[in-house]
Structures are given as C-alpha cells and as structure tokens.
C-alpha cells in the first residue's frame, strides 16, 4: 500500500525538474563552467595497474584526459597520488569496466590521491573502485589541501572500510576551500563488517580546514553531493572540522546491517577537537529503509548549522516504524543528559552552559514528506532532539531559537544542476533516480 503513495509524491517532486534544469543551465556562470573537452589532448594508456596509471598521470601535459582501458586491477597496497602543478582528467572505460581493487590495503591509506596543494582543477570518472571490505582500514579516493572546481563523476565504489571518497580541506589553510561536485555515482557496502555501527564507514565524508568559517548558504562555496546512488553504508554522507556540504537529489538507503546510523551525519565539537562541522543544505534527498527491524536512522545532525527541506522520509520492508524522524538534532559533546521522561524539563549538562561550541543554532527545516510504516509511528516526533531511550537535548537546542520549523528567510539554493557539470549532462540519465 505504501509503495503507491510513495510513487505518486516522487514522481510529484520529479515532474518539475525539466524546467528547473533548464533555468540552472541558462544561469551557469563563466568562472565555473565546465571547460571544453573536445579540444583536450587524450592519452591512452596500455594498463590499468598501479605503476601505469602512475606514470602516465606523471607524463601528462596540462588539462590532459588520461584514459584508461577496460580491465580488472589489482593495486594492491599501492597508492596512487598526483600532485603535478596541472589540471587533469583521470577516465576509465565506464563502470564495471575499468575496475580497480585493492586487496592489500593498510594503514588507512587511499587507492587514489589528488594533492591540491600542487594540482589545479581535477576530474575523475567511469571507473570502479572495490575496497577489502574488512576490518581493515581502507580508503576509495581522497582529494587533499582544499582542491577547487573538482568533479567527480560515473564512479562505483564499494566496500570501504574507513571512506569511499574523502575531501578534505589544508589544515588551518586559509580560503579558498575545498569547492566541487560529486554526481551521477554510486557509493555502497562501506562499513566494517565486524562491528557496523562502531568505527569508520563512509560513502562521503568532508573534512574542513579547522578554521572558523562563516555561514554562507546557497554559495557555491561547499562540496556539492548530487544524484548519487548510496546504499548500506555507515554513513553515506557524513562531515566534521568546519565542513561545509551540499546533499541533492540523492537516493539513500539504508539495510537492517547499517539501520543503526544516520544515512546523513554531521560532527559537532568532539572531545579533544578544536572545531566541528559547519554548514550542511539536505534536500530533495530520497532516504529509504530496506528492512524488517523496528526502526532506522535517516538525517542526524550533531553540530553545525543549515537546512533540511523537500526530502522523501520512505521505507521499504516489513518493519514497525521505519524511518524514526524526518530529523535529529543533538549535541556532540558531551552528551545530553538522560531522558527523564515525558513532563520533566530538559536538564544542563554540569559544566557546560548553552550553547556548546560548534552546536547547532541556526537550522531550518520544512517540507520533508515522511512515510511511517505503521501510519502515525506510535507518537515518534518529526524532528527529535530527544531519543526516547537516551538523551534528552531540549535544554541546548530550542525551537524558534536554535530551529525553525519554517523556510529560511532569504535562502536560495544554488543552482542545480551544479554547473561544473556543463550543459551537456544528461539528468537522472544513469537509472540511479
């Protein structure tokens, strides 16, 4: 029964895309425009083993499309950076045909590294990527020291422990930050199969650069996460240190192995750190619970501020609640004090006043379609600062002063689809919408 009205507020929030589409790619702006690959040099390469893909990112000229052949790869432990003072294009045969594995990975180490501290504009696209999937750290690819008008694209990454894409900022850099797009990929099985809910385990996960960064929504100045495939990882999405994101027009989901962690995740201020996320804009997302246990976590903020509208709250499976809440928002540190139920005031946590450093103060949240498995879900809110079998959080984060259930004032999305992609990309081509 519920797959109907799940079709009919979907395709609702689709059929207005064509337009929108249109206007976004009559407003791109010159400075982020794609650039022209047609008048780009292409170079082949004969193999895509480690060494080759190496030399060959090694040799190329500047703006080169280096070109991989289909083939199956094994690297390894060996990692692969680039970090030339160029501009490149790093492109497969297409998923499922260009596939890299690395079955020897340690140390939290990365298969593919683009240091931004040498390298221009980066791109990267149509090759698979396949982690241990073991307790073992391991990481998919990782773009460093604040890389710019990055895009990634046409990837598949699957079964990594520690992240499948990071991106992270230069620590205590100055701006410009990290700014791009990742779109039209699929990221899945990224958790540590010993212990799912503990640990690593992201799809995506942004790292700032441990400044104090001003709140600068609808900018184009954040990691753009957009029409992407994520599905049981630990996090599909997560951030921390003064992050700053973009998740659109995603589908997520969720499995009973992963249900116990947000889909989308920020840090607050942890203990011992110096800064938490920054901002984070989630929406038109489609979050769905693939299960059959009670309930599962969907959008979970612990630090930060932004907004959260227009997103589909779904399930599919036999299952009681399905997803708990539109929204979470709770501290990072320290924890809230226990819930002391129903009628009793919400508590300060001894030692630490409102608010806590890098917490949540400016969010807003609206128009989020919530699908409950059982109807009204047995009473469980919308929004939740309180976790019925935890912590109690009202005390730090307060409707009409640290939330709104309301628009926000003033705010435009940046527009969509990202230019970067340029006017050629074909929207919701892929199947993964």
């Known amino acids: 029964m519920h797959n109907s009205r799940i079709n009919t507020t979907r395709t609702g929030a689709l059929a207005a895309l064509p337009a929108i589409a249109l206007l976004a790619v009559l407003a791109i702006s010159a400075a982020l425009a794609a650039p022209d690959s047609s008048r780009r040099q292409v170079l082949g390469v004969g193999s895509c083993a480690a060494a080759a893909v190496q030399q060959a990112i090694n040799d190329a000229p500047d703006g080169a499309i280096v070109e991989l052949p289909a083939g199956n790869c094994d690297w390894g432990s060996t990692a692969v950076t680039y970090a030339r003072d160029r501009s490149i294009w790093l492109r497969g045969a297409g998923i499922g045909n260009t596939v890299i594995r690395r079955t020897g990975a340690s140390g939290n180490s990365f298969a593919l590294t683009f240091d931004c501290s040498q390298a221009n504009r980066v791109e990267l696209s149509d090759i698979t990527f396949i982690g241990r999937h073991t307790s073992t750290l391991d990481g998919g690819v990782r773009l460093t020291n604040s890389c710019r008008d990055f895009k990634l694209h046409d990837l598949h990454l699957s079964g990594f422990t520690a992240s499948a894409l990071e991106v992270r900022d230069t620590s205590f850099g100055t701006a410009p930050y990290s700014r791009g797009v990742v779109y039209d990929s699929r990221f899945d099985s990224c958790f540590n199969p010993g212990s799912p809910s503990n640990g690593e385990g992201y799809g995506i ?64 201020r942890q203990n011992g750190s110096d800064r938490g996320s920054r901002s984070w804009e989630v929406y038109q997302n489609h979050l769905i619970y693939r299960g059959n246990q009670y309930w599962a976590d969907g959008i979970a903020m612990r630090g930060g501020d932004g907004v959260i509208w227009g997103n589909l709250i779904d399930f599919d499976g036999d299952t009681e609640i399905g997803i708990a809440y539109s929204a979470q928002l709770v501290i990072e540190e320290p924890q809230c004090p226990d819930y002391p139920g129903d009628g009793q005031p919400p508590e300060q946590v001894p030692g630490s006043p409102y608010p806590v450093p890098d917490q949540t103060t400016q969010a807003w949240i609206w128009d989020n379609a919530h699908v409950w498995a059982d109807g009204n879900a047995n009473g469980y809110d919308e929004l939740r600062v309180t976790d019925y079998g935890g912590w109690d959080c009202r005390f730090y984060i307060q409707e009409d002063r640290d939330y709104h259930l309301s628009p926000k004032p003033g705010y435009q999305p940046y527009t969509y689809p990202h230019p970067l992609r340029g006017s050629t990309d074909t929207i919701f081509a892929d199947g993964f919408d």
């Not at 441990?210 to 029409?227: K, M, Q, R, T």
Request: proline share 2%; net charge negative.
């Open 205 to 268: 996960v942004v790292y700032g650069s441990h400044n104090v960064v001003p709140l600068d929504l609808g900018s184009a100045e954040a990691v753009f996460i957009e029409d992407n495939h994520f599905e049981e990882n630990r996090h599909s999405i997560a951030s921390n240190y003064g992050s700053r994101y973009v998740a659109r027009h995603n589908t997520l989901i969720t499995t009973n192995t992963t249900r116990n962690t947000s889909m989308i995740d920020a840090h607050g």
